[in-house]
Nanobody
């Protein structure tokens, strides 16, 4: 089992910044992809950004140039720096981790953290 602890959500005005953090723990597992998804009310959960173990990143078009994902492999943490926030970024943000125990692949989700951007 991998435990994910998220932090950093909150309320911010449009144009402001927030940083989300997610720490993964679970000694028997090898952490591979780490990412962030978001879900607005009445909408599906969508990818925001993902980073591979080697540092390769992928972003949703809507956040390119504004959000930056990074990770610390030694600490199994992933950060999402969100700049120039817009009201449409308002959502619950979920940390996601892909981990392996041997050859078995597991997909873990954090509890979610609310990000609210006021206009």
């Amino acid at each position: 089992q991998v435990q994910l602890v998220e932090s950093g959500g909150g309320l911010v005005q449009a144009g402001g910044s927030l940083r989300l953090s997610c720490a993964a723990s679970g000694s028997r597992f090898s952490i591979y992809d780490m990412g962030w998804y978001r879900q607005a009310p009445g909408k599906q959960r969508d990818l925001v950004a993902v980073i591979g173990r080697g540092g390769k990143t992928n972003y949703a078009d809507s956040v390119k140039g504004r959000f930056t994902i990074s990770r610390d492999n030694a600490k199994n943490t992933v950060l999402l720096q969100m700049n120039s926030l817009k009201p449409e970024d308002t959502a619950v943000y979920y940390c996601n981790v892909v981990a392996y125990e041997g050859i078995r692949k597991y997909d873990y989700w954090g509890q979610g953290t609310q990000v609210t951007v006021s206009s």
